[in-house]
């Protein structure tokens, strides 16, 4: 880098510029991919703590289950 002149043609218009140096624009990941693969890496290490209930005992109502047919082409476990 320090090689390059600190004076360098432009190649739009052939005018002389003034090198600038900035930060490269490497990602073009929105903020929101950004807060899932933190929030990934972070479950990782601290993962959240998750209330079950006792074996054999069931949390809430029965699960309810659907009547479309195309469901019941589904694997069950």
Do not use: W
Request: charged content about 20%.
């Amino acid at each position: 880098m320090r090689s390059v002149p600190d004076l360098v043609s432009c190649p739009t218009c052939a005018c002389t510029a003034r090198r600038r140096m900035s930060a490269p624009g490497i990602s073009t990941a929105s903020s929101a991919a950004f807060r899932l693969i933190d929030d990934t890496k972070r479950s990782a290490h601290e993962p959240a703590v998750v209330n079950s209930p006792a074996p054999g005992r069931r949390s809430g109502p029965a699960q309810k289950y659907t009547l479309n047919p195309l469901h019941k082409k589904l694997p069950r476990p």
